[in-house]
């Protein structure tokens, strides 16, 4: 199973499911990622995600066939 990591922007507490499939190259566009997330291919946590722009957040894990999409959060500095 392939596995991705994927950090998030810094300053950025989510990125949307179809932004995330399109930033990690599993697919071609944010609208290619919103197909495949009405078409019920993609997972968040093990459940089938239908919400196209779900917000996704540091620590979750997005599945998309064999594909696995691990996200983290940006190190933010200690203040």
Request: charged fraction near 25%.
């Given at each position: 199973?392939?596995?991705?990591?994927?950090?998030?922007a810094d300053g950025s507490p989510y990125i949307e499911i179809n932004q995330l499939l399109k930033a990690t190259g599993?697919?071609?566009s944010g609208g290619a990622g919103k197909m495949m997330v009405a078409d019920g291919h993609v997972s968040v946590g093990g459940v089938v995600e239908t919400r196209?722009?779900?917000k996704i957040r540091g620590g979750q894990i997005v599945t998309i066939g064999d594909?696995?999409?691990?996200v983290r959060a940006a190190d933010?500095?200690?203040a």
């Open positions: 199973m392939p596995l991705i990591e994927f950090t998030l599993v697919c071609d196209k722009t779900a594909i696995r999409i691990v933010t500095p200690d």
